[in-house]
């Protein structure tokens, strides 16, 4: 049981680039999240996912695109990255409400 | 929506000293949850807590849900070096549709 897998774990982008951080989870979570982490800002919540066809915006959502077009995968993309983007990404599913969130290993992107 | 305030964002302490990081909030709470994060690892769950005024323990780490549940706690014994990361404060927001987390404390342990 993989739980849920981030890649890449590392990716350095150049300004005006995109990419997708991919995320997939193996325990038929329906609810699923994209977090960046910096330095005393805690986790801010980017995305999030109660279903299959169903995504909502967190708290930083400008710069982000998400889907989810089955119950495993959850990608992320950085439309045109920026400088301000450079983070670590953490990508979480929980069984549901009021549940556990389990988080993947991370993904520490650098813009330059 | 709701939001918690987590103090302090830092914390030293010398092996063997006890640690305490709090959670507060404005509004009342369904419930809270705590996570620790090793450094340069992911955030992992430790314990969720549901009633007013409850209290769990897990070995030397002790959780407290205030009685207005607009506050919680979370109280390490005796310092260990394994101890060492940050720990946050979550909670379901958003009519239970997701988590949101305090800011954090990091806690730095010196032997």
């Known amino acids: 049981n993989a739980g849920v897998t981030q890649t890449p774990k590392f990716q350095v982008l150049k300004t005006g680039q995109s990419m997708t951080l991919q995320c997939a989870q193996d325990?038929?979570?329906?609810?699923m999240s994209w977090y960046r982490q910096d330095p005393g800002m805690g986790l801010r919540l980017i995305h999030y996912?109660?279903?299959?066809?169903?995504?909502d915006q967190g708290e930083v959502p400008n710069g982000y695109n998400v889907s989810r077009s089955t119950t495993e995968d959850f990608p992320l993309r950085l439309l045109s990255a920026a400088p301000s983007q450079t983070s670590v990404y953490f990508c979480?599913?929980?069984?549901?409400?009021?549940?556990?969130?389990?988080f993947g290993q991370g993904t520490r992107l650098t813009v330059v | 929506g709701q939001q918690v305030m987590q103090i302090p964002q830092y914390q030293h302490v010398q092996e063997g000293e006890d640690f305490t990081t709090y959670c507060n909030s404005s509004?009342?709470?369904?419930?809270i949850q705590w996570y620790k994060q090793r450094p340069g690892g992911h955030p992992v769950f430790l314990i969720q807590?549901?009633?007013?005024?409850e209290v769990k323990k897990q070995k030397r780490l002790t959780f407290q849900f205030g009685e207005a549940k607009k506050n919680s706690s979370l109280h390490i014994t005796a310092t260990q070096t394994t101890d060492v990361g940050t720990y946050f404060c979550g909670l379901w927001a958003g009519g239970y549709q997701k988590v949101t987390f305090g800011t954090g404390t990091k806690l730095q342990v010196i032997p």
């Open positions: 996912s109660v279903g299959a066809g169903i995504t």
């Open positions: 979480a599913s929980t069984l549901g409400q009021n549940t556990e969130a389990f």
């Open positions: 325990m038929n979570h329906e609810y």
């Open positions: 807590l549901v009633k007013s005024g």
């Open positions: 509004t009342t709470l369904s419930n």
